[in-house]
């Protein structure tokens, strides 16, 4: 038996006109005209930032087979790049280094080496395109041994010992160029260690943009091979990023890593994680990222690659849904392309 009844009997159904009084929704929808008219966000080539992998040695470029299309550049060759997408407009890049093996250790000592390949970069790329934004990332996990984004003591990231670390190669990055610090490592604290220690060292110029919510998360499996810390990374990273069961918690990183100064809030990974974007931008108004990362950015090029969705459309869609949920900007694998489209 059909428990359902209609509210009305078919005999007595309403028109369309009488169910909506004037109002059609499809009205403007009916042009391509229209349809341009009454858009309400934009992705603009002044929204994207160009996450890009570096490395030592000269005229190379190394495939990352999980990231079709992105590439390990040797400095001369990234140097080059961030010219090409200076002219096309990026404002700002960020950078990831992949060290030598050799040079990984417990404590990720290599990131406080002024000539490492991350400090290096900035001053290259600062030299060659000085309009070019630089971001760089002060977590250890590209430096040391275990793949953890802080200093490893038995079995524990110790937060204090590693924000000390983290605040000290911030300085160390600044000094080479930086413009922008984003620390990625979720220690608690880090945020206002780093403004003390920038502040004293006479960088009050330098923007800190915190990974303020930062989850636990398998989208991030590519990045891991692109940096070479797929095979250390001991254990998972549940102790020092946010559950991503929480959204509460995410207002509560927000707004701790804001009174201890960041200047940019960033929401990470990006597509799962709209609702959160949203809820930062309405609760503290301040200017909002996303990381479209790498699990994200491989997901739509498998798709693509196999046939199963228009890889150029989705990334399109992907990275104008970040506009709408309340983005100032996005970081994102794709911005070359992006920014070639948009000005097509
Ligand atoms: C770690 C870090 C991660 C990413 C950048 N820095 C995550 C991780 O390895 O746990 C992810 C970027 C991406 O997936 O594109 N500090």
Known sequence: MNKFTPVRSSSAARSVDEITGSRRLRRMRKADWSRRLVQENRLTVDDLIWPIFV??????????????????????????????????????????????????????SHILDPDNVINRATRAIKAAV???????????????????????????????????????????????????????DMMDGRIGAIRDALDANGFQDVAIMSYATKFASAFYGPYREAVGTA???????????????????????????LLEGADMLMVKPGLPYLDIIRRLKDTFAMPTFA??????????MAAAANGWIDGDRAMMESLLSFKRAGCDGILTYFAPKVAEMLKG
Not at 70 to 94: C, F, N, Q, S
């Open 130 to 184: 000085p309009e070019m934004g630089i971001i760089t990332d002060a977590a250890l996990d590209p430096f040391t041994s275990h793949g953890h984004d802080g200093i490893l003591r038995q079995g524990i990231i110790v937060n204090d010992e590693t924000v000390e670390q983290v605040a000290a190669a911030a300085v160390i990055q600044a000094q080479s160029g930086a413009d922008i610090i984003a620390p990625s």
């Open 55 to 108: 490395i030592d040695g000269e005229n190379r470029r190394e495939e990352i087979a999980a990231m079709p299309g992105v590439y390990r550049m040797t400095l001369d060759l990234a140097v080059r790049e961030v010219e090409h997408a200076a002219k096309l407009g990026v404002p700002a890049i960020a950078t990831f280094p992949n060290i030598d093996l050799a040079l990984r250790d417990q404590t990720g």
């Open 291 to 300: 990381y479209q990362v790498s699990g994200e950015y491989s997901m739509i």
């Open 231 to 257: 095979g250390l990374l001991q254990g998972d990273k549940k102790t020092y990023y946010i559950d991503h069961a929480n959204s509460d918690e995410a207002v509560r990183e927000a707004e701790q890593d």
